[in-house]
């Protein structure tokens, strides 16, 4: 099995900065794109940034500048440092990864997980 924990989640006033992490761990062969992803109460999940196991990022509108992704492929964890927090980036921060694992002797499987979730509140 594999599983996703995110930490680093909490309340911090406008202006502050929060850095949130996400672990990997279980059966993994391998692990391609990895990303964070956000939704706010009576929102859809948007997209936060994405990053490919070769450091390619993408980001959601308007984040790039304030948000940034990085990952550490020997900690199977990747990383969001937010900085210059706004009472908008208020949600729950969901991690995702494309995770290639082994169930059989010749077979291998690529799936996406999620993380559960940690929650981020901007507010003074």
């Known amino acids: 099995q594999v599983q996703l924990v995110e930490s680093g989640g909490g309340l911090v006033q406008p202006g502050g900065n929060l850095r949130l992490a996400c672990t990997a761990s279980g059966s993994i062969v391998s692990i391609g794109a990895m990303g964070w992803f956000r939704q706010a109460p009576g929102n859809q999940r948007d997209l936060v940034a994405t990053?490919?196991?070769?450091?390619?990022?993408t980001y959601g509108d308007s984040l790039k500048g304030r948000f940034t992704i990085s990952r550490d492929n020997a900690k199977n964890t990747v990383y969001l440092q937010m900085n210059s927090l706004k009472a908008e980036d208020t949600a729950v921060y969901y991690c995702?990864?494309?995770?290639?694992?082994?169930?059989?002797?010749?077979?291998?499987?690529?799936?996406?997980?999620w993380g559960q979730g940690t929650q981020v509140t901007v507010s003074s």
């Open positions: 995702n990864a494309r995770i290639r694992r082994q169930i059989s002797s010749s077979r291998y499987v690529s799936q996406n997980y």
């Open positions: 990053i490919t196991s070769d450091n390619s990022t």
